[in-house]
C-alpha cells in the first residue's frame, strides 16, 4: 500500500527547477520527512545508461518514437525500482520531471500525440503525482537561460520546439487544475521558494484533515 507523498517539478528547460527542487527537499527534511530526491530520465542505474543514450548530441538520427520509448522504459524502471518501494515505505518523493515531460515534450513537442500517453499509462502501471510545481519561464527566456553551458540533444532543438513544449504544459494545467500547480518561474529564487513551501505546506495540512 502506498503512503508516501509523491512531488514532481515540470516545467520548460531552463526554467529553474533544480534550485527549487533542493529547497522544497530541504523544508521537507526540516520538517522531519523521510524525504527520496530523484530526476528523470535517470534516477536508477538502468535509467542513468538510458539517459546517456537518448541524450547524447551524436545521436541525430534518433526517431521521434524512439526517444518516447527510451523515455517511458527509463520511468518503467525508475517507479518499479525505487519510485514505488519508496513511496510504500511512507518515504516522500520528490522527482525532478515525471510523465507530464513526455507529454509535453514527446506528445506535443515531438508531435506523437496520444500515443505517449498510452506508452507512459503502460510504464507508471497507475501511479500519479499527488502535486507537480510546473515553473513556467517565457520559452525563449528559457532557451537564453541554457544557452551558455553543454546544450544536450533536446535543449539543442530550435524556439519553435519549445514553444510547442511550453504550450503543452499549459494544456496539460488546464487538463488537471488540482494536481499541477503553476509557478510564475520569472520572479526571484525567494519568492518562487516560499510560494512552493506554502503550497507544499497547505496541502500537507489538508491531507492531515
Ligand atoms: P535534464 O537534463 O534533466 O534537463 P532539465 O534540467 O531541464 O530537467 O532533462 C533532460 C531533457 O529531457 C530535458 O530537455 C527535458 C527532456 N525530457 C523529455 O523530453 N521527455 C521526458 O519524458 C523527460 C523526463 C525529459
Redesign the pocket.
Known amino acids: 500500500m502506498r503512503t508516501g507523498l509523491f512531488i514532481t517539478f515540470e516545467?520548460?528547460?531552463?526554467?529553474g527547477?533544480?534550485t527549487q527542487i533542493n529547497r522544497l527537499t530541504d523544508y521537507l527534511a526540516s520538517m522531519g520527512m523521510d524525504t527520496v530526491l530523484t530526476?528523470?530520465?535517470?534516477g536508477t542505474q538502468i535509467g542513468e545508461k538510458i539517459?546517456k543514450i537518448?541524450?547524447d548530441p551524436h545521436h541525430k538520427e534518433m526517431a521521434h518514437l524512439t526517444?518516447?520509448l527510451l523515455?517511458?522504459s527509463?520511468?518503467a524502471q525508475h517507479v518499479a525500482e525505487k519510485i514505488r518501494p519508496a513511496l510504500n515505505a511512507g518515504k516522500t518523493v520528490i522527482c525532478?520531471?515525471?510523465?507530464d515531460?513526455?507529454?509535453?515534450?514527446?506528445g506535443y513537442?515531438?508531435k506523437l500525440g496520444e500515443r505517449v500517453r498510452i506508452i507512459?499509462e503502460i510504464a507508471v502501471e497507475g501511479l500519479v503525482p499527488d502535486l507537480t510545481f510546473l515553473l513556467l519561464v517565457d520559452p525563449d527566456v528559457g532557451k537564453k537561460r541554457?544557452s551558455n553551458g553543454y546544450l544536450?540533444?533536446?535543449?539543442l532543438e530550435a524556439i519553435h520546439y519549445h514553444r510547442d513544449?511550453y504550450q503543452g504544459y499549459l494544456k496539460l494545467a488546464d487538463l488537471y487544475p488540482e494536481r499541477i500547480l503553476c509557478i510564475d518561474g520569472s520572479r526571484g529564487v525567494e519568492e518562487i521558494s516560499s510560494e512552493i513551501i506554502d503550497k507544499t505546506a497547505a496541502f500537507l495540512g489538508k491531507l492531515k484533515g
Do not use: H, W
Open positions: 516545467g520548460p528547460d531552463g526554467a527547477k533544480t530526476r528523470e530520465p535517470g539517459r537518448i541524450l526517444e518516447a523515455y517511458a527509463s520511468r525532478d520531471r515525471f510523465m515531460s513526455s507529454i509535453a515534450y514527446q513537442g515531438r507512459n541554457i544536450d540533444r533536446l535543449e513544449v
